[in-house]
């Protein structure tokens, strides 16, 4: 079974600084990635998604992430933070059972901006 | 607007009730999940419903049980049986399960409290 793995349940930056968030992950086959960002009491929404068509994905409010295969990672990343990106962070990969695919998610990781 | 709606947004339940969560989609989508959100924990399967009149368990279904009577809706009861029922619950929609890039779509959630 695929894993998830995201490094620290908390992250802080400074507002105007480089947002990096980890995520790696555990496959044997080519995997199909996701990141999702939830605001507090409210649902997820996707911030991009990863399908072997480029290595560098871009999503909504200026993240982006990078597939690295030799790293088993995928990487969540901003140049400059925003307030409004304060919220926590959900990287998932989709796994195959039996004919279905399924998302395994990652325990999240909640993102801290300080003024 | 297509979306998915969840009520109500906030429920308390005394211990020995059963309560129901309402999930409604009009994405015409045929995939139907529920999640189950802890603090620090992620996201965890309850069940998920792929076509009508059809569901299977997830990885924490006992407690729970849902129906699939209609595309648009899947309802999922929190039985007495259920533990620890104060939890943050999500419902999902996609097109299909068999798809490795199907991307879930979320509702607002519901915010289950035992008293």
């Known amino acids: 079974a695929q894993s998830v793995t995201q490094l620290g349940s908390h992250v802080s930056v400074s507002e105007g600084a480089l947002v990096l968030l980890r995520c790696n992950y555990s496959s044997s086959v080519p995997p199909y990635l996701f990141w999702y960002v939830q605001y507090p009491n409210q649902g997820l929404q996707l911030l991009l998604k990863?399908?072997?068509?480029a290595t560098l994905v871009k999503g909504i409010n200026g993240f982006e992430a990078e597939f690295k295969k030799s790293e088993t990672s995928f990487h969540l990343t901003k140049p400059s933070a925003h307030m409004s990106d304060a919220a926590e962070y959900f990287c998932?990969?989709?796994?195959?059972?039996?004919?279905?695919?399924?998302?395994?998610w990652g325990a999240g990781t909640k993102l801290i901006i300080k003024p | 607007d297509g979306g998915i709606t969840q009520s109500p947004k906030y429920l308390f339940r005394k211990e020995g009730q059963n309560v129901t969560l309402s999930c409604e989609q009009n994405?015409?989508?045929?995939?139907m999940y529920w999640y189950r959100q802890d603090p620090g924990q992620g996201l965890r399967l309850i069940y998920y419903?792929?076509?009508?009149?059809?569901?299977q368990k997830g990885d924490i279904a006992e407690g729970y049980s849902v129906s699939r009577e209609k595309k648009e809706s899947f309802p999922l009861t929190v039985t007495s049986a259920q533990k620890n029922p104060t939890a943050f619950y999500l419902c999902?929609?996609?097109?299909?399960?068999?798809?490795?890039?199907?991307?879930?779509?979320f509702g607002p959630g519901t915010r289950l409290t035992v008293l």
């Open positions: 990863y399908t072997s068509a």
């Open positions: 419903s792929q076509i009508v009149n059809d569901f």
């Open positions: 994405l015409n989508h045929d995939a």
């Open positions: 998932a990969v989709s796994e195959a059972f039996d004919s279905n695919y399924q998302l395994i």
């Open positions: 999902a929609s996609s097109k299909r399960t068999s798809g490795k890039y199907n991307e879930q779509f």
